[in-house]
């Protein structure tokens, strides 16, 4: 089945100091990817929509200039937490859809990244 | 917007006994259901969906039931194992309008007790 890849699996850094992460699809392209935050004992939360060649697109609460979203090619979509606070401490997730698979409803999950802001 | 609630948040069964979760969802728009699987520190892997033009679909241990009148899925494990300890979460989707985006219930942590 289709594989999205995740990186880093785990990144502590320093108030002030910013984060990239990144979501690959391995084996398939992907037009749009989905960033979610997860806090601990707490359900997936959808944080924006990654569109490739085009600006994301944010659920309603979220701060696009806190988190940047790029997707500039079909298999690579990255998340900037910018100037991060202990707050942003989190699990981050990422999941992408394969359009041109046989299951192409189908939404495939990265490993998650655990940000710790020290 | 969609609103999925899921119950219950904890559910503890013995070993070769069924575990049923339920969930609501709020967006009669919705058709497609998949349930997902999460393991302590890692993503979350699809274990079974189903699509609005379905009632209930199943694999092997594992089962999904859908009500559209009532707005409500369940998933269904029986001949449970330990090693089906985990939290299950529900989503909800309306595609192709909202370009696939899956709408999270808030996860039921099953512990499957030898």
């Known amino acids: 089945g289709a594989v999205v890849s995740q990186h880093p699996s785990r990144v502590i850094c320093k108030s002030g100091t910013s984060v990239k992460i990144e979501c690959r699809s391995l084996d398939f392209q992907a037009t749009t990817m989905f960033w979610y935050r997860q806090f601990p004992k707490q359900s997936l939360m959808l944080m924006a929509t990654s569109n490739e060649g085009s600006k994301a697109t944010y659920e309603q609460g979220v701060e696009k200039d806190k988190f940047l979203i790029n997707h500039a090619s079909l298999t690579l979509s990255t998340l900037t937490v910018t100037s991060a606070h202990p707050e942003d401490s989190s699990f981050y997730i990422c999941?992408?859809?394969?359009?041109?698979?046989?299951?192409?409803?189908?939404?495939?999950f990265g490993q998650g990244t655990r940000l710790t802001v020290v | 917007g969609e609103n999925v609630e899921q119950h219950p948040s904890t559910l503890s069964v013995q070993e070769g006994d069924s575990a049923v979760i339920k969930c609501t969802y709020s967006d009669s728009a919705s058709n497609y259901f998949p349930w997902y699987k999460q393991e302590l520190g890692k993503g979350p892997q699809l274990i079974i969906d189903i699509r609005s033009n379905v009632g209930e679909k199943k694999d092997q241990r594992i089962a999904v039931t859908l009500n559209k009148t009532a707005k409500h899925f369940s998933l269904h494990i029986t001949e449970t194992q330990p090693e089906d300890s985990a939290v299950y979460f529900c989503?909800?989707?309306?595609?192709?309008?909202?370009?696939?985006?899956?709408?999270f219930g808030s996860g039921t942590r099953l512990l499957v007790r030898p």
């Open positions: 989503a909800a989707s309306n595609r192709p309008d909202s370009s696939y985006k899956l709408i």
């Open positions: 999941s992408a859809r394969d359009p041109g698979g046989r299951r192409n409803t189908e939404a495939f």
